[in-house]
């Protein structure tokens, strides 16, 4: 069974910083390109940032330079450091796994940016 299971949403000051992780299983985790995507209400599904197999990454314009995404191919689990933190980062979190026409999503994690 494929599951993606995202964790280390929550809520935090603006400025602040937080984790996300997805470990995943049921996947060959190593040739999957892993992404993480964001949704606020209201609006579109849009990625946030994405690593490729051979670690090569690219990030939307409005994290570049605050957040940072990476793998763990042994631990089978993604990850997205986020620092300084600001309210339009609020939304719900989801990490996504592609291998070629196979997309695997996550159910999501919360992020709130609020003082």
């Known amino acids: 069974q494929v599951q993606l299971v995202e964790s280390g949403g929550g809520l935090v000051q603006p400025g602040g910083s937080l984790r996300l992780s997805c470990v995943t299983s049921?996947?060959?985790?190593?040739?999957?390109?892993m992404g993480w995507y964001r949704q606020a209400p209201g609006k579109q599904r849009e990625l946030v940032a994405a690593?490729?197999?051979?670690?090569?990454?690219n990030y939307a314009d409005s994290v570049k330079g605050r957040f940072t995404i990476s793998r763990d191919n042994a631990k089978n689990t993604a990850y997205l450091q986020m620092n300084s933190l600001k309210p339009e980062d609020t939304a719900v979190y989801y990490c996504?796994?592609?291998?070629?026409?196979?997309?695997?999503w996550g159910q999501g994690t919360q992020v709130t940016v609020s003082s």
């Open positions: 049921g996947i060959i985790f190593s040739i999957n390109t």
């Open positions: 690593i490729t197999s051979g670690g090569s990454t």
């Open positions: 996504n796994a592609q291998f070629r026409k196979i997309t695997t």
